[in-house]
């Protein structure tokens, strides 16, 4: 069973910084692409930033200059460094990873959610 572990979210005044990290485990043979989503209360989901398995990176582009997304292979590890964090950054932050599982398919999957709440 494959499980997405997000961490790093929390309460931050305008300005500041947070880094996210999420960690993928269990029966995994390969990772293709992985990235960040948020999704902000009566808002549509948005895709903030991906990076593939070569590093190749792309951001939405609101957060391009302030975020930098980064991921370790060997960890099956994405991260996602936020920097002059805005109030309209405020949201839930939900990790992905577009993964084949031993015995599977090539699927994506999701972890939990982590809140990132800016303060003005």
């Known amino acids: 069973q494959v499980q997405l572990v997000e961490s790093g979210g929390g309460l931050v005044q305008a300005g500041g910084s947070l880094r996210l990290s999420c960690a993928a485990s269990g029966s995994i043979f390969s990772i293709n692409v992985m990235g960040w989503y948020r999704q902000a209360p009566g808002k549509q989901r948005e895709l903030v930033a991906t990076i593939t398995r070569d590093g190749s990176t792309n951001y939405l582009d609101s957060v391009k200059g302030r975020f930098t997304i980064s991921r370790v292979n060997a960890k099956n590890t994405v991260y996602l460094q936020m920097n002059s964090l805005k109030p309209e950054d405020t949201a839930v932050y939900l990790c992905?990873?577009?993964?084949?599982?031993?015995?599977?398919?090539?699927?994506?999957?999701w972890g939990q959610g982590t809140q990132v709440t800016v303060s003005s």
């Open positions: 992905y990873a577009d993964l084949l599982a031993l015995g599977r398919t090539w699927s994506d999957y």
